[in-house]
């Protein structure tokens, strides 16, 4: 989904919807957000005085959410699995740079502003999962790379799915099948250039080594599973 997060007290009533209507144990129903940072909020809590709009909004997804879901399952088929990936690490930076002396800084925007920093560690890779069908042709395709969705564009208050809607069109171009984005661990890994055009560049390009990685893919044998656990993470405080 084209969001900057999955709200527990959406998602919750969500897959359990899903779960329900599919026949399914709700474990099996997992969300998945793109983390665009231009993408609209989620969330149901107190974080906020949710307006009439929001919450109307909310509806809109669920009901296209779960109807999908149960229009997708009526079109399962088997499918053989093949995985591959490639190396995009000019595309990406760790924003958390180490000066000499030991502390650290956040670095938005390339070059540094300070010399003598070390960037942090990046996972340089593409990863693809290429599903197909009987007659050999690809019936979906799954990308994953570690890199923030926060390109931007002229308008940075504009909603926007940012690069993976590139990655996901120029896939779907080529192989005319679904494509599904899904973001790494990105922690502070952020995209090397930003602004205007530079979603179509990054997404383009990244596109380019999905494609290699799909035509390079393994086919893997054997079952997927599902595990699911959930993590509450404890936060510190923000300084007053």
């Known amino acids: 989904m084209d969001l900057i997060a999955v709200d527990s007290l959406w998602a919750d009533d969500l897959r359990s919807r899903i779960a329900r209507d599919l026949g399914m144990p709700r474990s099996h129903v997992v969300f998945a957000a793109s983390h665009t940072h231009f993408g ?11 307006s009439a709009a929001h919450l109307a909004r909310l509806e809109q997804m669920t009901e296209a959410i779960a109807q999908g879901a149960a229009r997708l399952a009526q079109k399962l088929a088997p499918c053989s699995l093949h995985v591959g990936s490639e190396n995009v690490a ?13 502390t650290c800084c956040t670095v938005f925007r390339l070059p540094p502003p300070e010399e003598n920093l070390s960037f942090g560690p990046v996972d340089p890779r593409l990863a693809v999962l290429r599903l197909d069908a009987a007659n050999g042709r690809p019936a979906a395709l799954a990308t994953s790379v570690g890199i923030h969705p926060v390109v931007g564009g002229r308008d940075f208050y504009a909603i926007s799915p940012d690069y993976p809607a590139v990655l996901r ?9 679904p494509a599904l984005f899904f973001l790494s661990t990105a922690a502070n890994v952020v995209p090397v250039r930003r602004g205007p055009r530079e979603r179509s560049r990054i997404g383009r390009t990244l596109a380019g080594a999905a494609i290699m ?23 510190v405080p923000p300084h007053p």
């Open 169 to 177: 069109q120029t896939l779907e171009s080529v192989y005319a099948a």
């Open 90 to 102: 000019s595309q990406m930076y760790n924003r958390r740079l180490i000066r000499p002396d030991g």
């Open 213 to 235: 990685a799909a035509e390079g893919a393994e086919r893997v044998e054997g079952s997927i599973n599902v595990e699911w656990e959930r993590l509450d993470v404890p936060r």
């Open 40 to 50: 609209p909020e989620s969330r149901l809590g107190n974080a906020a005085p949710w």
